[in-house]
């Protein structure tokens, strides 16, 4: 079995593990993700969100130090095995060691609670990511489950991206809704990524990319994270094989170097077959080289491709 080394650019593991009082470090019935299962998938480079839930909204910053918290006592508490990474050249020097190298993002800006200088402070932490918003309105801008009353980034907002390039971190514009979508698009000046969304045009959910930003995406050296959430993938019969429309619409459209993986492994209630945990990445793999991608296309979607952009972007 050809079994690339995968990238994976979202789970929400540490929302689970406070909801779930389990551990990371021992393979568990619940859930799709722990350190026995990542081994057994070949997952190498992995982000780990700190989730700003609705219902923390108020307390989005305590909420947040919380889970950042669990991802140093719990993700972390092996060294030998898993290892911060804040840049490439950690990603590298970890992985080379045979050792899982674990990032830290926040998923929902309201952590930032209006001030530029947490973000700093969490640059600090060790934080390389943020998706600026969850579904709803933060001070950052508003998401996609707004509807059509959805705006685009505030001038807040604005000053994050412009922050987030100048710090060396990744801008992900997955959740947010399409005006802020191309607001980033005008303010960044490094490429961005949408760490788990997958294809509007092959399932429209309004959580989907539709074409003009995969384009966008594409053209100008960002990723999209195809994720495995059933609704995202088909919303009558999620399966391997309909996900694998989603990467067929883009490469052939746009090409694979813009393809990754962003699981969204315990963020979702139910699994799409075949992608149900972090054992699958090997057979994810191995379908594709059988359905035509070549071995080069291949580790460049489980996760060269991350790397480039990686590369570039952090710091």
Known sequence: MYTPWIVDGHCDTLTAMAKENRTFSERSARGQLDL???????????????FIAPRYKDMALKRCLQLIDI??????QDQSSVELALNAEDIHRVTGAGKIAALLSIEGGEALAGDIALLRTFYRLGVRSITLTWNGRNELGDGVGEDFAAGGLSLFGRSVVQAMNDLGMLIDVAHLAPRGFWDVAETSSKPFAATHANCRAVCDHPRNLDDDQIEYLARNGGIVGLTFVPEFVDQHNPSLSAFIKHIDHIASRFGTHCIGLGSDF??????TPGLHDATCGPYLAE?????????????????GNWLRLLTVVLK
Do not use: N
């Open 266 to 271: 315990d963020g979702m209630d139910k699994v």
């Open 71 to 76: 991802f140093y006592a719990e993700i972390l």
């Open 36 to 50: 026995p299962r990542m081994r057994s998938g070949d997952i190498m480079v992995q982000f780990f969100a700190a």
């Open 287 to 303: 379908a594709l080289i059988s359905h035509g991608y070549s071995h080069e296309q291949v580790a460049g979607i489980m996760g």
